[in-house]
């Protein structure tokens, strides 16, 4: 009876971790450098949102996942705020920003991807 109750041991093991190697990654956190310093986003996919934050003036972002290669947002450090797009690449993103007062975009705000984890 004990080995029995080992090999069901062993076959539940094998069955978790091939479930758990099979579940999509709901969350991931990359590094971008950017014109700003590193950009680090962290991506919760169960709700399509990110946030994140950058050395320049105390930076944070908070936006929300089109698809998977664009967001949109807003942005905020010590001397102001406004509004982000982004189009997500293989290696970093491109966008524009704008301050909150600004009826058109302002200028590029691009990444180069430096490294993703989970």
């Known amino acids: 009876m004990?080995?029995?109750i080992s090999r069901m041991v062993r076959k539940l093991v094998v069955a978790c971790t091939v479930l758990l190697m099979a579940v999509p990654a709901m969350a991931e956190t990359c590094q971008y450098n950017t014109p700003w310093g590193v950009l680090?986003?962290?991506f919760n996919y169960n709700n399509n949102t990110f946030s994140g934050d950058y050395p320049h003036m105390g930076g944070q972002v908070a936006g929300v996942l089109f698809g998977d290669s664009s967001g949109k947002g807003q942005w905020?450090?010590?001397d102001g705020s406004g509004s982000f797009v982004f189009n997500f690449h293989k290696s970093g993103f491109q966008g524009?920003?704008?301050h909150a007062s600004d009826r058109s975009w302002r200028g590029d705000w691009n990444g180069k991807l430096i490294r993703c984890w989970q």
């Open 96 to 98: 524009k920003w704008n």
């Open 76 to 78: 905020a450090q010590h």
């Open 2 to 4: 004990g080995a029995s």
């Open 40 to 42: 680090t986003l962290y």
